[in-house]
């Protein structure tokens, strides 16, 4: 490679972390000013003149405690997925607002000390910084600028599937300036970025190009070429990651720990669901969110259930026999979307539609359902049809999120995954639902529910549920 990469890139592991911690500090003085104004003078007016913050504690102390928790708290990471920074800065925030609790009473930074400011704190600057942040990544994306230059070792199916990583991700800040291999498979990879090389050209690669981030994707290596090309390749960049030859491993809930004088390495994998601790967990940030949720649902089911008697008579709710946790059946409640007579509607149908039942025999599911009525459609396109399952959540039958809720003839298809699908209970919301929903093939949702077993935790759950809502306004996929 004869161009080195410019000064200005070969320092975007510095660089981009000082561009987050100045915004990060205007976004926490911003939320704490915001959240002392909106306490004291906009939503509560009547608050006693006693309620002061020193201006030091403003745009000094807090935000130095609050920069120093989001640093222990891995916020400056660059290279993580999205979702997990998000993570890393709501433990930040959380764990800021504990300290400056505990600074306001026992300083006496604050002349009164109000709750409602805590927690107008904790919501405004976690809301700040996270706007900051995005618009931040919004200007580096469209300006092209520090972004850190890297180079795969590996030209392969792994390969192939960390750039789709990536693309997914864009933020993570890599541009790949070229891959190594001496025989590379896939194509399509060589064809969009350039092929610098072979394993022979390591070292004259990255001395011409001074590059200092390298990711070695080959695992098909045997294990002593691959530590042999790690620890020549440590010699020379300052960061080099690898993926091991264990893909399919569940990723979210594994940690490393190294052997340092038997120069080994121990992965321990944990399952959460598996353990009655977090079932509990799981079932109480069920109830906590399905009672709150019913607050603002009650009253628009409500409204659809008129809509659906008018337009069409019949029964309201549609309860369907679903199977449930350890292979229980149970009734699966929706508002009902199809006509009355929807089974003997459906036979009429695919008796005279082989195609459709071709389809209905491979997916269980149709995109020009016959069946369907008017509201029932609107229904659909929008998930509201789904919202009596509340009460399935309530009742115990299902989680807000989880695996897709099967009837007992998809059982045989899951084949050994059923066991994964047999710990916990189905969800109303789930993997498959945010990734392509009913565009997606049967053997990939069998995949989604069992990598959601096996990596779930809370912070997943509210990933989906955010996710979830995203994919039922874009309308992505669902009939």
């Not at 400056?76 to 959380?94: C, E, H, L, M, S």
């Not at 919202?387 to 695996?403: A, D, F, H, T, Y």
């Amino acid at each position: 490679m004869k161009q080195a990469i410019p000064l200005l890139q070969r320092n975007t592991t510095y660089l981009l972390p000082l561009c987050l911690f100045i915004v990060d500090y205007l976004m926490v003085s911003l939320g704490i000013v915001g959240a002392f104004h909106t306490r004291k003078l906009w939503m509560f007016p009547e608050v006693s003149s006693t309620f002061h913050i020193r201006s030091i504690y403003m745009y000094l102390i807090a935000p130095a405690l609050f920069l120093l928790m989001l640093f222990l708290t891995n916020c400056y990471q660059i290279a993580i997925p999205y979702w997990d920074r998000v993570r890393n800065v709501f433990k930040g925030i959380t764990y800021s607002i504990i300290l400056t609790v505990f600074l306001m009473y026992a300083a006496n930074v604050a002349g009164d000390v109000s709750r409602l400011f805590i927690l107008f704190s904790w919501i405004i600057t976690f809301l700040t910084v996270l706007f900051g942040r995005y618009i931040l990544e919004r200007i580096l994306i469209a300006t092209g600028v520090l972004k850190i230059p890297v180079i795969i070792i590996g030209a392969g199916k792994t390969a192939q599937l960390l750039l789709r990583s990536f693309e997914r991700h864009p933020i993570m800040r890599y541009e790949i300036v070229g891959f190594i291999d001496d025989k590379p498979i896939c194509k399509d990879l060589t064809e969009q970025y350039s092929l610098l090389g072979g394993f022979c050209d390591i070292d004259e690669i990255i001395a011409s190009s001074k590059i200092q981030h390298v990711i070695v994707c080959a695992p098909g290596l045997p294990a002593k070429d691959l530590i042999t090309l790690i620890n020549r390749l440590e010699i020379l960049v300052k960061n080099v990651s690898f993926v091991p030859e264990l893909i399919g491993m569940p990723a979210a809930n594994v940690s490393v720990q190294g052997l340092m004088e038997e120069n080994m390495l121990l992965v321990n994998v944990k399952n959460n669901l598996a353990r009655p601790y977090y079932r509990v967990m799981k079932r109480i940030f069920d109830m906590v969110l399905t009672l709150c949720g019913m607050v603002v649902f009650l009253p628009i089911g409500i409204i659809i259930a008129a809509i659906i008697y008018i337009t069409d008579p019949g029964p309201i709710l549609f309860a369907h026999q679903r199977v449930g946790q350890h292979g229980k059946l149970f009734p699966c409640y929706k508002f009902r979307s199809m006509v009355v007579n929807a089974e003997e509607a459906l036979k009429e149908y695919l008796k005279d539609n082989p195609e459709a039942q071709e389809e209905w025999n491979r997916d269980f599911k149709l995109k020009n359902d016959p069946r369907i009525t008017k509201i029932g459609h609107f229904l659909r396109k929008t998930s509201l049809d789904e919202l009596p399952q509340l009460l399935n959540v309530l009742k115990g039958e299902m989680s807000l999120v989880g695996p897709r809720p099967i009837v007992k003839a998809e059982i045989e298809k899951y084949g050994e995954y059923i066991q994964d699908f047999y710990l916990v209970p189905p969800g109303i919301t789930g993997v498959w639902q945010v990734s392509g929903r009913s565009d997606t093939t049967y053997d990939e949702r069998v995949q989604m529910d069992s990598w959601y077993v096996h990596n779930w935790s809370v912070w997943i759950d509210i990933v989906y549920l955010v996710k979830t809502v995203t994919a039922v306004l874009m309308r992505k996929g669902a009939y």
